[in-house]
């Protein structure tokens, strides 16, 4: 039995990733403790897991809902900005409470979100192995690959690779401040100059292969391995299933994140008037549906929306685009039109549309009549459901959570990098 520490955002997304991955461990006889912020106590402890709270006095109750309902008014820059800012002073916390957290826990490896760029460093200080977690889009830049907070199409073509490699370039510099206070705790912990941030043993990605872009450079212990969402450490939500009418379902979600622009929700609705087609909207737990009164064609709206059961029922998913809810979609086969807000939502709304899935409305161009023409397309025309179901498909086959669980304990009880093909 190994005891794993989990290090990973206290934000829905991410913890609806890391949760099911944990409990899989657990239920083969792993003790998995999650190392972090207050506000992901309960959706912890609901998933059965151990919880160890550090930076209570930066991050008291309550404190990560009041950051991300800031990260929720902004889009585009302004919130990569912001979120780049968030991360920066939560690796400060991590480097300086994380060690003595997690030896006092007792944790003897390490499950690592990939945007916690600091947890591979305090796994080679304790000299315990890590795995990295690719709950979001694969954050491993190359020049053939479009930045993932673009909507750039993937293209071959030399221009693009430089245009890439410019972007790319940009991030590089954006996130500086995140990369300098971890080198500066690698040089007090005197290690080596860390030239390679990524785990050795193994990567294990909720994509499918066939969601991601033709890549060249990937790491051979990187697994696309399939979601692993589940109904672990999630609420139960009520919802009026009464009020469903019976027509086709097109629901619409903007996560639980950016989810506070309600002319977005205004546009969606007036977009929606007038098809054969019944919309419901969820609010992603940011405000009631008073907050929305009053909307074209008489949506309904909810709070909160049981998703995973929610999609069951659907013809048509409208989405920002957040991997988990991407993903989702993909696993009911159900297609999607995706307005990208920030951070890696350009990016898979990108994938989305090049896989044929779904459609792509730019926020910077979401206007009524692009969007209901968007929405059109994707109801009609059948290639967009047909290649929904063919992700599906891949979905099915890349093994999920078991398969992520495998690679984790081989990685661990080896010692040895899980080679891709060799699991294939």
């Known amino acids: 039995m190994t005891h794993f520490g989990i290090i990973c955002p206290a934000e829905t997304g991410h ?20 190392i972090g912020q207050l506000d992901a106590q309960a ?25 991300f309902a800031q990260l929720g008014k902004l889009s585009g820059l302004a919130a990569l900005r912001y979120t780049i800012t968030l991360y920066q ?50 954050l491993m830049p190359e020049d053939s690959i479009p930045p993932h907070f673009t909507t750039w199409n993937y293209n071959p073509a030399w221009w693009a690779r430089l245009r890439n490699r410019g972007a790319n370039s940009l991030f590089n510099r954006l996130v500086k401040p995140i990369r300098e206070v971890r080198e500066e705790y690698r040089r007090q912990w005197k290690l080596p100059v860390d030239s ?8 294990v990605s909720q ?6 872009f033709p890549r060249t450079t990937l790491p051979p212990c990187l697994h696309f391995t399939g979601p692993y969402h589940d109904s672990t450490g999630r609420p139960a939500v009520s919802f009026p299933y009464e009020k469903l009418t019976g027509q086709p379902l097109i629901y619409a979600s903007m996560g639980t994140l950016q989810n506070r622009q309600q002319q977005i929700f205004q546009t969606i609705a007036e977009a929606c ?12 737990g940011s405000g009631s549906p008073e907050s929305l009164p009053g909307l074209p064609g008489e949506p309904l709206v909810v709070g909160y929306a049981p998703q995973l059961e929610l999609l069951k029922k659907t013809t048509l998913t409208i989405t920002h685009a957040g991997m988990n809810t991407t993903l989702e979609c993909l696993t009911n086969g159900v ?15 990108a994938r989305i549309a090049w896989t044929g899935a779904g459609e792509l409305v730019p926020l910077s161009r979401l206007s009524v009549p692009r969007l209901r023409a968007s929405i059109q397309r994707v109801l009609t025309q059948d290639s967009y459901k047909q290649n929904a179901l063919r992700l599906q498909e891949a979905i099915h086959r890349a093994g999920g959570v078991n398969r992520a669980a495998d690679i984790i304990e081989q990685a661990v009880s080896t010692g040895k990098p899980v080679l891709a093909q060799a699991q294939q």
């Open 15 to 34: 913890l609806n990733t890391m949760l099911p991955l944990g409990r899989a461990l657990q239920q083969r006889g792993h003790r998995v403790t999650l």
């Open 43 to 67: 959706k912890t402890e609901a998933a059965g897991l151990e919880f160890w709270a550090i930076a209570q006095s930066e991050y008291p109750l309550g404190k990560m809902a009041q950051l």
């Open 89 to 138: 002073q939560w690796t400060e916390v991590l480097l300086r409470d994380g060690p003595g957290a997690i030896k006092e826990a007792g944790v003897e490896a390490l499950l690592v979100d990939q945007t916690i760029s600091a947890g591979g460093t305090i796994a080679e200080y304790l000299a315990i192995p890590f795995i990295h977690v690719c709950s979001a889009v694969v």
């Open 196 to 203: 390679y941030p990524f785990s050795k043993l193994a990567i």
């Open 207 to 212: 994509q499918p292969p066939e969601l991601e």
């Open 273 to 284: 008037v007038g098809l054969d087609a019944q919309l419901v909207i969820t609010l992603g």
């Open 335 to 349: 297609p999607m039109v995706a307005i990208p807000v920030a951070n890696d939502q350009p990016g898979i709304a």
